[in-house]
């Protein structure tokens, strides 16, 4: 029976558990690090990994069957070692369902982070505002997500489910842990991250790579969506899929065109330039968050 599980999920694009399991025992023969924090760092944002002490560093391309990134600002590292007193792994860049990954490959990572021993997930990402109060450079807690692709059937989960890794059905409405979001909010005061703006608010993403239409924002304003981009949802659901934690924040690198005759026009050149401006202060928050978070014991 599971013979047939696993044949379905790889013709669906994905990875079976025994073959997952082969690439974390792999990995841990090569890494003395035995992480319980995942940190995926979004579009511009992978600075964070200097502020690693101890490292142990592998290219995704050295992990065979591990999605390599093709993108500008995603370096497609797996940085092991300490963070804030933590052993973390850090993905020094994701990939994306838009560089022709299925949803389940673009999630892969986090099964080999779980079987890694990771409890926690701390997703970044790079994303437009859609909420006008929002400025370029603010920080946004994620409370909750939008699975846009997932509507059309593109969910990670989709497939032949092993219960290894997860339950049929999972929950994801409280994937973001108030917990976690708490923690955030009392670090970010810690700080003195006064002046500095931190919202807490729901990310849509999109399939991309196209950016949105004025429409398209429009649309997603009268949703009650904050801020778009196109990633961190297949992460997150099979995160939570699998029982872990998780922590997302975007960086506001960009406002979505709203007016129809606007001269302005997304690119990922401002996105990369407002990672660049931005990035200490997220580096800051994630590393003072670990510093003193609770990890809980494994279930
Ligand atoms: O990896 P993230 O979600 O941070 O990257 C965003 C979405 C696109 O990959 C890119 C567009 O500029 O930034
Ligand atoms: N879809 C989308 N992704 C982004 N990533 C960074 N900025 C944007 C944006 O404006 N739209």
């Given at each position: 029976m599971m013979e047939i599980a696993n044949a379905a999920n790889g013709e669906n694009g994905g990875t079976s558990y025994e073959e997952a399991k082969k690439l974390a025992d792999d990995i841990m023969a090569r890494i003395k690090c035995r992480p319980v924090v995942g940190i995926i760092c979004g579009s511009g944002l992978g600075?964070?990994?200097?502020?690693?002490?101890d490292t142990e560093i592998m290219g995704y391309?050295?992990?065979?069957g591990f999605p390599v990134s093709t993108v500008?600002?995603?370096?497609?590292k797996l940085v092991f070692g300490q963070l804030g007193g933590k052993p973390v792994v850090l993905m020094k860049g994701r990939v994306h369902f838009y560089e022709g990954f299925t949803m389940q490959k673009t999630a892969l990572p986090i099964r080999i982070m779980k079987l890694l021993g990771v409890q926690i997930l701390i997703v970044t990402n790079a994303a437009g505002g859609i909420n006008q109060e929002y400025e370029i450079g603010d920080l946004m807690i994620i409370k909750d997500h939008i699975n846009m692709p997932g509507f059309a059937g593109?969910?990670?989960?989709?497939?032949q489910n092993d219960e290894r890794f997860g339950p049929r059905f999972p929950a994801i409405s409280k994937a973001y842990t108030k917990r976690l979001r708490d923690h955030a909010k009392t670090t970010a005061k810690s700080l003195g991250f006064e002046g500095f703006r931190i919202h807490e608010g729901v990310y849509c993403m999109l399939a991309g790579p196209s950016f949105e239409t004025v429409t398209e924002c429009k649309f997603l304003n009268m949703i009650g969506v904050d801020v778009t981009g196109m990633s961190t949802c297949p992460e997150v659901v099979v995160a939570a899929h699998c029982g872990m934690e998780v922590f997302g924040m975007s960086l506001v690198t960009n406002k979505v065109v709203m007016?129809?005759?606007?001269?302005q026009v997304a690119n990922h050149e401002e996105v990369l330039e407002t990672g660049a401006l931005r990035s200490k202060d997220l580096q800051k928050l994630v590393a003072a968050m670990l510093t003193t978070l609770e990890i809980k014991s494994q279930p």
């Open positions: 600075e964070l990994a200097n502020m690693v002490t391309e050295e992990i065979p500008p600002g995603h370096a497609g593109m969910n990670p989960l989709h497939g007016q129809y005759d606007s001269e």
